[in-house]
C-alpha cells in the first residue's frame, strides 16, 4: 500500500530497518552522543544555532509544551483551520489567559490583521501555524516575521509539524523562538518523536513561569539537554536511531537543498494537475509545497473513490473534518517520489 494522506507517510526501508538497533541505555555516552548528532543536523535543516530538542511524543506534545511554558500573562492564537484551532484548544485546556484570531478555511492569516492584533502591545506570547494541514495553506512567514521582530516582548511559537523538512524554514533569520515539528510528515519517519527548537529568548521566558507542567514542562527538558544531551525521562530510542539515519541521509545523501526542491517541484505539479482537474482549496500565493487540498468540483462520491483507490493500493486522503466530501487532500512530502505521484493523479484522473 502506499500512503497518500498528509502524514504519516511511507518511511525508507533503512530508516525502519533502524528501529530495530539495539536497545541502549538512556543514560549513557552512547545516546548523548546520539542526541547531539540529531541536534546538530536539526539545527542544519531549521538553520539555526538555537538548541532542538526532541519531544517522545507526537507533535501535538511539543505543542503543548511550548505555549504551556512559555506564555506568560495572555497569548494570541492565530489560526487559519484546524491545526491552528488546536492551539487555542491547548491554551484553554490549560487555562491560560488567551485570545482567538481565526481566519476562513482556504485563506491565509491576514497580514494587516496580525500587525493590528500586534500593535495592541497586549500579548506576550504568539502561535501561529505555518502549513495549515487541514486546507493546504501555507502562511507567508518572511511577511509575518517583518511585523513579530517589531515586537521584541513577543514570544514567537511556529507549528511547522507538516512541512519541517519539507520546506525552508530558516529559523534564526526569521526570528522564530520555538518552532514545532513532527516526525511523522516531510522528515519521513513513523510516529511518535515532535522536535522543537528553543531560543534564547524562549529560555529567558521558561524561567519566568510558575506552572508548565511536569511531562511537557520546556524548562526540565531544555535543562537536561543543555547539562547531558539526556532527558528527564525515557526517550524512544528507537525513533532516535531512525532519525539519526533519515537526518543523515537528508544531510549528506539527498542534500537539504535538493529536499526542499524535490518538495516545489512535486507541489508545483500537482497545481499544474488540479488546475486542470479540479479547484485548488487553497487561496492562489498560499499554497502549500507539502499538501494540496482539492476542491471536489466534479462532485466525486469520495467515499467511493477511497474504496476504488484502496483497491489499487493507494491509501486516499478526504478532506479534513466538516469537509470530508467536499474536498480530499493530495500528500506531496517526505520521500515522495515525482513517478509515484504521477501514477497516483492518473489514477485519480481516470475514476
Ligand atoms: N499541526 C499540524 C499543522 C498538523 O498537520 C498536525 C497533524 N496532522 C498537527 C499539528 C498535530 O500533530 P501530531 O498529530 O503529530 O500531534
Redesign the pocket.
Do not use: I, L
Given at each position: 500500500m502506499k500512503l497518500f494522506i498528509?502524514?504519516p507517510v511511507d518511511v525508507r526501508p533503512e530508516v525502519l530497518d533502524a528501529l530495530r538497533h539495539e536497545q541502549i541505555s538512556h543514560r549513557s555516552k552512547d545516546i548523548s552522543i546520539l542526541q547531539a548528532r540529531i541536534e546538530s543536523n536539526l539545527q542544519k535543516i531549521w538553520y539555526t544555532k538555537n538548541a532542538v530538542l526532541l519531544s517522545s511524543?507526537?507533535?501535538?506534545?511539543a505543542?503543548e509544551m511550548a505555549l504551556r511554558s512559555l506564555t506568560k500573562k495572555k497569548a494570541a492564537v492565530f489560526s487559519c483551520g484546524a491545526?491552528g484551532d488546536?492551539f487555542y484548544e491547548i491554551a484553554t485546556y490549560n487555562a491560560l489567559d488567551v485570545d482567538f484570531y481565526r481566519f476562513d478555511d482556504g485563506k491565509p492569516i491576514d497580514l494587516n490583521v496580525f500587525e493590528e492584533v500586534l500593535n495592541k502591545g497586549i500579548y506576550d506570547t504568539i502561535t501561529v501555524?505555518?502549513?495549515?494541514?487541514?486546507t493546504g495553506v501555507m502562511n507567508d512567514l518572511d511577511s509575518l516575521s517583518k511585523i513579530w521582530g517589531k515586537h521584541p516582548e513577543v514570544v514567537v511559537i511556529v507549528?511547522a509539524?507538516?512541512s519541517f523538512a519539507g520546506v525552508k524554514i530558516p529559523v534564526d533569520d526569521l526570528k522564530i523562538d520555538v518552532c514545532v515539528a513532527?516526525?511523522?510528515?516531510a522528515l519521513g519517519l513513523p510516529?511518535g518523536l515532535?522536535v522543537l527548537s528553543a531560543s534564547d529568548k524562549a529560555v529567558k521566558r521558561m524561567n519566568e513561569i510558575g506552572y508548565r507542567g511536569y511531562y511537557l514542562d520546556l524548562k526540565r527538558v531544555y535543562e537536561k539537554h543543555i547539562q547531558s544531551h539526556q532527558y528527564p525521562t525515557t526517550p524512544n530510542t528507537a525513533l532516535m536511531h531512525a532519525l539519526d539515519v533519515q537526518l543523515d541521509y537528508i544531510v549528506n545523501v539527498e542534500g537539504i537543498e535538493n529536499r526542499f526542491k524535490r518538495h516545489k517541484e512535486l507541489a508545483e505539479y500537482t497545481r499544474d494537475w488540479v488546475n486542470k482537474h479540479f479547484e485548488c482549496f487553497a487561496e492562489e500565493g498560499y499554497r502549500s509545497d507539502t499538501v494540496t487540498s482539492v476542491i471536489n468540483s466534479k462532485g466525486l462520491d469520495l467515499d467511493d473513490v477511497k474504496a476504488t483507490l484502496k483497491a489499487k493500493g493507494y491509501i486516499f486522503s478526504q478532506g479534513y473534518g466538516k469537509y470530508k466530501q467536499r474536498a480530499f487532500r493530495i500528500p506531496h512530502m517526505a520521500d515522495r517520489t515525482l513517478d509515484d505521484l504521477k501514477a497516483y493523479l492518473k489514477e485519480i484522473e481516470s475514476l
Open positions: 498528509p502524514g511524543s507526537s507533535g501535538t506534545g505543542m491545526f488546536r501555524t505555518h502549513n495549515e494541514t487541514s507549528d509539524v507538516s513532527s516526525s511523522q510528515k510516529p515532535a
